[in-house]
T-cell receptor, first 113, second 115 residues
């Protein structure tokens, strides 16, 4: 199984540009999450979804949007990129219920210049 | 709100020694989970061990064990017989067990194993 696939792996954006970070999972997991990791820090939750059509904000949602039209896909949209959004972005999925394990993607390293 | 505190920015240990990485937490939830993740220099997040708040026994996974002291709100990771490949960042995290299990992470501890 592929698990959680994130694309692209690296990206450089100019200030004010927009982009979509893609995330797909093939495990039929209900829960999906987007986290960001700033240098030398732990991960912080941006948005999450408990199922197709349902999304909610995490700790640091400003400047981002998400959608969940299918169980498999959970794209993260950056509008009007700012240098403060330079970070590594991780997507993760989880079955939920008694299964507490997360599956993380390999991350997207984004630099805004 | 939940909070994780890791007070050791860096740890240096000789190969084959045991090492304890500290983690304290704060939560008002009755039911919660505690996690440890390893992040090597390649950047991926590797799940190591999980402890539920209602588990009476400390969790163990191979060379990893979680020293869970509920009254002290601590969840320290113990790595026995450390190896050079254990050099990495280690993150403690927690989540509520109700609904979406959103993880809250500490700032991490960088562990370096010396030969």
């Amino acid at each position: 199984n592929a698990g959680v696939t994130q694309t692209p792996k690296f990206r450089i954006l100019k200030i004010g540009q927009s982009m979509t970070l893609q995330c797909a999972q093939d495990m039929n997991h209900n829960y999906m999450y987007w986290y960001r990791q700033d240098p030398g820090m732990g991960l912080k939750l941006i948005y999450y979804s408990v199922g197709a059509g349902i999304t909610d904000k995490g700790e640091v949602p400003n400047g981002y949007n998400v959608s969940r039209s299918t169980t498999e896909d959970f794209p993260l949209r950056l509008e009007l990129a700012a240098p403060s959004q330079t970070s590594v972005y991780f997507c993760a999925s989880q079955q939920g219920g008694e299964n507490y394990g997360y599956t993380f993607g390999s991350g997207t390293r984004l630099t805004v210049v | 709100a939940q909070k994780i505190t890791q007070t050791q920015p860096g740890m240096f240990v000789q190969e084959k020694e045991a090492v304890t990485l500290d983690c304290t937490y704060d939560t008002s939830d009755q039911s919660y989970g505690l996690f440890w993740y390893k992040q090597p220099s390649s950047g991926e997040m590797i799940f190591l061990i999980y402890q539920g708040s209602y588990d009476e026994q400390n969790a163990t996974e191979g060379r990893y064990s979680l020293n869970f002291q509920k009254a002290r709100k601590s969840a320290n990771l113990v790595i026995s017989a450390s190896q050079l490949g254990d050099s990495a960042m280690y993150f403690c995290a927690m989540s509520s067990l109700q609904g979406a299990q959103k993880l809250v992470f500490g700032q991490g501890t960088r562990l370096t194993i010396n030969p």
